[in-house]
């Protein structure tokens, strides 16, 4: 069948092949290549896109829309439709990397020629690259490598990809799955990396100047990449490189009809530009506003754990980033000159701050200090801290004393629920020192083992007029008169105090000891921003807003939640203005001097707590309430049974009350967060219920063994040494896995990575009872 040698033939004609022959052979090499060609595109599939190329971080953003951080996934990408990708970032692509993009079959016949002929030379097989070819390279090979067989394999995928799906969906594809430089992968990410906007908002010499990062952005980025190659990749050399590349591309866009000639003459210089990012994004303040806005969404079922790890989600939060700066600033300020570790060891070492901001019109979170360093102090000290709140607590008491009013003492329980009278801030109750506290019909209050109750006064100091020591109510909030709040609060019914908290925004699982009268002044221990978020409903007049985090969160699809305003009146505007305008008299001329501001009305409480052991400065304007907290607790949070530890000493100073550090903090940072908004006054408040006037008949101080006494003084509750009249651990936190903290939201259980975890709260001491519940995701959900 093939005669070669020809037969027959003699000398060179021997040796010639015949027509038949080449015609022969040429015909068997096509169809053996058409052949392979067949069996290898029939046996090869369109591949899933690899779940590398699907990788993506959440990203971010302030109150103002600038990106605060994207975070959550190992790659830096966010997928994005193609509708909102300009036009302009398609045809840049196009006219650089594959005019024939719109038409082409996904290969280019002479790019594969020039790769061929290169592997047959040695070289590499680079070259050749349509944008589907590169977007099969990217997105769907996980063999990366420079051979032969991952080219052919390339060039058949490639062909059936270009069969198989449309130049949109590859497109798409592609400008998400590209890497841009700077650790963005897709186009979302780089307008973020490069311009700090949404990919949807570049303009034609943004968009050229990305599509030449595409080249190799080591050699492209105006930032330089000294780092890798000192001289070849310096700002200089590849700021000219990339604005060559960039004035290419816009004459291609041109010549390609894909650019008005008018539009090209804008761009002659490289864009402005931003900085790259530091590393360490989740260092100082912001790996807490992380954490916090994912405890929100988890614990209100927005987004699961799973799906915020699958990424790809832009988180609009609430916080301001003037607040959050000034916050923590006012924090150091603080820090800085006064708390000396090395100095003090003993009395200044383990002293941590917590803070929030909560608008009081919407009940968004503005600023938080959570600690020194959220990737080295991973507790969010504003979100839970276990820290008891003391006097600050004595407004909620005389929101229900106007809001229900004190029981008829000569009634029965059932009916005296009923009977009640209102009462007024011109109120009188006895200011005394060891006061016998009562329960409302007279009755002396007795503990479970019989003994009485003795209510002692910051300094064992008497208020008021002998001998009955009587003192109103405005006065005693001035002073923060503890016997004056703790009876008040049994006249009321303590658990009228505990509902009138509740409706302010506290959570019931962060409130202690709430059948003893020393819950009045604050053995419990509410998050600085559950704080904030209650007194603020003060300041809007009994509206109350749950605090939040988050106000929106869009997907590559679309929005997937938006924040929508559940305001409840919580206490009628003649309650709310009139506890404002007692606390008014605390800053103007009481406890809270430290905190009045310029030009500005304020209204506020301080509060110090057993052992001197914790301090707080919790006040508002109309515009912003803000709570300062200040302890001392070991930072190691790997450790059991942390404590608390006194403060006398700390700072130098004899002890800590809420109107040293705290309101200084106070003081300095509301004064820069509301810089530039016009001064509001607080609504004149209606005049309010009767003055009661039932102040018991002093009576001797008795000797310790026939009662028990409150612990000397500015705390709420009882030395251990003396009765205790809170819950013990004993009876909450029997077994140690009980002991370590609900951690009933604030912190992300789902496995996600924001870079900050809560760690398992401090186990309450005996001496305090002190439950350490977790406030955390208490924005608004389920949990604390």
Known sequence: MIDYPRAGKYGVARWVPSWKLVTGLFISFFGGMVAVAGVGYALVSVPNVDETANAQNNVYYWANGSEMVATGGETNRQNINLTQIPKAMQYAVISQENKTFETDSGIDPKGIARAVFNMARGGETQGGSTITQQYVKNAMLNDQSQTVSRKFKEIFVSVKVGAKLSKDDIMEGYLNSAYYGRGAYGIQAAARAYFDKEAVDLNEGQCAFLAAMLKGATYYDPAGSTSIDPSGASPEANSKRALRQMQDTLDKMVEYKHLDPAVRAKYTKLPDWKNPRSNNQLSGQVGYLVDLAKAYLINNDIVSADRLQQGGLSIYTTFDKKKVDELEKSVQKVRKANIKPKERPKTDKYVQFGGASVDPATGAIKAIYGGEDATKHFTNNADATGAQVGSTFKPFVLAAAMKWGVRDPDLGESQAQDERTVVSPKSLFSGENDLKIKTYDGAIWKNEEGKEWLQENDGQQSYGTPPKYNIDLREAMRESVNSAFVQLGMDVGLDKVKEAAMDAGLKENSLAGTSFPSFSIGISDPSAIRM????????????????????????????????????????????????????????????????????????????????????WFVGYTPQLSTSIAMFRLDDDETKKNREFLEMFGTGGQEKIHGASFPSEIWHDYMEQALKGTKPEPFPTPEPIGEIVNDVPTPTPTPTPTETASASPTPSPSPSESQTSPSPTPTESCQFDWQCTGADDGGTDNGGTDGGVTSTPTVTPTGENGNNGNNNGGIFGGPAG
């Not at 009994?542 to 985090?549: I, N, V």
């Not at 590559?556 to 009139?578: E, L, W």
């Open 532 to 615: 904030a978020g209650a007194y603020a409903t003060f300041a809007a007049s009994g509206e109350q807003r749950e605090p939040f985090s988050v106000a929106k969160v869009t997907g590559k699809d679309g929005p997937i939640y938006t924040h929508k305003d559940k305001t409840t009146q919580a206490f009628d505007a003649k309650v709310a203005d009139n506890v404002t305008d007692v606390l008014k008299t605390v800053v103007e001329k009481g406890t809270g001097t430290n905190a009045q501001l310029s030009d500005r009305e304020v209204a506020g409480k301080t509060g110090t707590t057993d052992g001197n052991k914790s301090a």
